[in-house]
């Protein structure tokens, strides 16, 4: 979700997002989006309607986003998503409940994490994410879709796991933005930030499955040792890398091929795991590039094997 937020004061939101309704330190789009699906219900074209009426008014934040926005997209997305429209709806509902249990258990462990400064949209995804960071405006802003969430992680899902991991991309952005922000990020880095962000998750929600701590990623969750420690050798051997493909192999769900996609949190999580053993959690934000990269492959020839 590395693509997997500094928080807006409400007056900061009320100057520059007008047309939003803010909710503590997060951007919330979702009241216009259900007034423009109801209100689209009895026109022809209903995309076209979307477009028009919410799309189009928030096209920046689409962009910021990285989602481009049109009505055949929308038209698309549509027959999907009115099937679970009512799940989204109670997921909206819960939310901001959810979110203040989160910020309140995050707090207690990242006492230092500056909330005001790690902007949050909460938004439809067209199914494109369920949270998703792009660096945008000089920050890194989280974008989370709540179609995208109930599409994988159920509208029911305890979402403490999902929000933690998110967060601590937020707290280790500020910690550590020179690594964090840069344009093209080293594939040993990319992976250890994954994969801390997947053992911070599971330290900060001890009852939950590893499962969901990898995000219900079954597949990854119950890959082999074998494949583990084959993929482990085909990260030593890329460590440096930026290309497109390599981050793609490791990190992207849509990766086709040999072993299971999104390879990289589970090496990453399995290093964290063992990093975590002497390492305080506000340390392992702070991690710079030499010792990290020094520390990724030691512990990738371990899993190796």
């Keep these: 979700m590395w693509t997997r937020r500094a928080f807006l004061s409400s007056a900061a939101v009320a100057v520059a997002m007008p047309a939003q309704a803010s909710v503590e330190s997060y951007v919330d ?7 423009a699906y109801d209100a ?16 189009d008014p928030n096209a920046e934040i689409y962009a910021g986003a990285g989602v ?38 995050f707090a207690r462990a990242f006492p230092d994490f500056r909330r005001d400064q790690a902007p949050i949209y909460l938004m439809p995804s067209l199914f494109r994410f369920d949270g998703h960071l792009q660096p945008w405006r ?11 969430v109930a599409r994988y992680h159920g509208a029911d899902a305890d979402l403490s796991v999902f929000l933690d991991h998110e967060a601590f991309h937020l707290y280790q952005a500020q910690a550590m933005p020179g690594l964090s ?33 990898l995000l219900d990623d079954k597949p990854l969750a119950e890959a082999a040792p ?48 063992r990093a975590g053993r002497h390492m305080p959690l506000r ?11 020094a520390l990724m492959a030691r512990e990738l020839k371990v899993l190796a094997g």
Excluded: C
């Design 29 to 35: 789009l979702m009241p216009d989006f259900w007034r």
């Design 40 to 55: 689209a219900q009895v026109e022809p074209d209903r995309a076209a309607s979307l477009v028009q009426s919410f799309f």
């Design 138 to 148: 000089g920050k890194l802003p989280l974008f989370i879709g709540l179609d995208g």
């Design 226 to 273: 074998e494949a583990v420690a084959a993929g482990a050798r085909e990260a030593l051997a890329r460590l440096d890398s930026t290309a497109d493909e390599d981050q793609a192999r490791f990190l992207s769900a849509g990766y086709k091929g040999p072993g299971p996609a999104r390879l990289g949190y589970r090496l990453g999580f399995e290093v964290a795991e």
């Design 181 to 213: 922000l840069e344009a093209t990020t080293p594939l040993f880095a990319a992976i250890w930030q994954e994969g801390v962000a997947t053992y911070v998750s599971s330290r900060l929600n001890p009852e939950a499955s590893r499962l969901h701590v």
């Design 68 to 105: 481009k926005v049109d009505a055949s997209r929308v038209a698309k997305w549509l027959p999907g998503f009115d099937p679970m429209a009512a799940d989204v709806r109670r997921l909206t509902t819960r939310f901001p409940d959810l979110y203040a249990g989160h910020v309140r258990h």
């Design 283 to 293: 340390a392992m934000a702070r991690l710079p590039r030499t010792p990290l990269r």
